[in-house]
């Protein structure tokens, strides 16, 4: 089973500060998404990426594919207490019709 | 194009009676999976469906079950309810390619 691994697992920082979280497998991913989380609701997706060494980014968040597929981070620049939420990585093993895995989550607090 | 939707938002039951929720998926989707995910837990997979069939099931016991139907549209079902059953319960339909999930607000269940 592929398993996905995020670190950390909290993280508090002040406003304005910048941010990295990781996801990482000892499994090469097909593809990986990253989802945002708020208390009470669904994650929502923000991104996919695909390619290995592909660069996204969503305003102040930027998201990076490792070049061996197996590794991706997400980084926020000047962080908003609105950022404030569990950051989730996920992706479905390549072969097999598999279930969509989801790392364990980071849950960022921004204080104002 | 409408998003995923689960009925109800919130539910509260008693312990031993059976519980029943719903989602319809975004249109176009026909794969279905739904999740568990209690305070300090990740997402939890409970079982995926995919054109009326289950396709993966995870570590949960029978008092879980689920099922989906011609428009898509899936059930779960959770018998004989327990405390540790209260949870916040999450579907999610994926893109043809299922390299997505795109996920509804959630049901909240609360056992008493």
């Known amino acids: 089973t592929q398993l996905l691994e995020q670190s950390p697992q909290f993280l508090s920082i002040q406003e304005g500060e910048n941010l990295t979280v990781y996801c990482n497998s000892s499994s090469v991913f097909s593809s990986l998404q990253w989802y945002r989380q708020e208390p009470g609701e669904g994650p929502v997706l923000l991104v996919t990426v695909v390619t290995g060494g592909e660069v996204k980014k969503l305003k102040r968040l930027t998201f990076q594919f490792g070049d061996a597929r197996k590794d991706s981070s997400l980084h926020i620049t000047a962080a908003q207490p609105g950022d404030t939420g569990l950051y989730l990585c996920a992706s479905r093993p390549i072969q097999g019709a598999q279930k969509l895995v989801f790392g364990q989550g980071t849950r960022l607090t921004i204080n104002p | 194009k409408a998003g995923v939707t689960q009925t109800p938002r919130y539910l509260i039951k008693t312990r031993g009676q059976q519980v029943t929720l719903s989602c319809s998926p975004i249109s176009g989707h026909r794969s279905v999976s739904w999740y568990q995910q209690t305070p300090g837990q990740g997402l939890q997979f409970l079982f995926e469906?995919?054109?009326?069939?289950?396709?993966n099931k995870g570590n949960f016991p029978g008092r879980f079950s689920g099922r989906q139907f011609s428009n898509s549209r899936s059930e779960m079902n959770v018998s004989t309810l327990e405390l540790g059953d209260s949870a916040l319960y999450l579907c999610a339909s994926s893109t043809p390619g299922y390299t997505e999930a795109f996920f509804g607000q959630g049901t909240r269940l609360t056992v008493v």
């Open positions: 469906y995919f054109s009326e069939t289950q396709r």
